[in-house]
């Protein structure tokens, strides 16, 4: 059975920085896609960076350039540096992991945790 398991979200100040962790277990595919992805109270959910397969990196137009996805241990672990954060980034953020890129959206085999809340506030 697949678990994922996020932590490091909370609240910062306009401008500060968090880091997110998170931890796959029991997912048996060894060639994944691993990122995150947030959704905001009325608003759709939104993918905000994926390492795919081959090891590519993409990220949400809007946390480009501020935002660095990480993986160790063939994306068992993952790590999201959010910096320059925004009231706009206030969301719950999501782990997942899957077979294929889900930036754009979530694939039927996507697996994800229960999420860590991120405020940003002035």
């Known amino acids: 059975q697949v678990h994922v398991a996020e932590s490091g979200g909370g609240s910062v100040q306009i401008g500060g920085s968090l880091r997110l962790s998170c931890t796959v277990y029991?997912?048996?595919?060894?060639?994944?896609?691993i990122g995150w992805f947030r959704q905001a109270p009325g608003k759709i959910r939104e993918g905000v960076a994926v390492i795919d397969g081959d090891g590519s990196t993409t990220y949400a137009d809007s946390v480009k350039g501020r935002f660095t996805l990480s993986e160790v241990n063939a994306k068992t672990t993952a790590y999201l540096q959010m910096d320059s954060l925004s009231p706009e980034d206030t969301a719950m953020y999501y782990c997942a992991v899957d077979r294929s890129s889900f930036i754009y959206g979530l694939g039927s085999g996507a697996r994800w945790g229960q999420g860590t809340q991120v405020t940003v506030s002035s």
């Open positions: 029991g997912y048996t595919y060894t060639r994944r896609c």
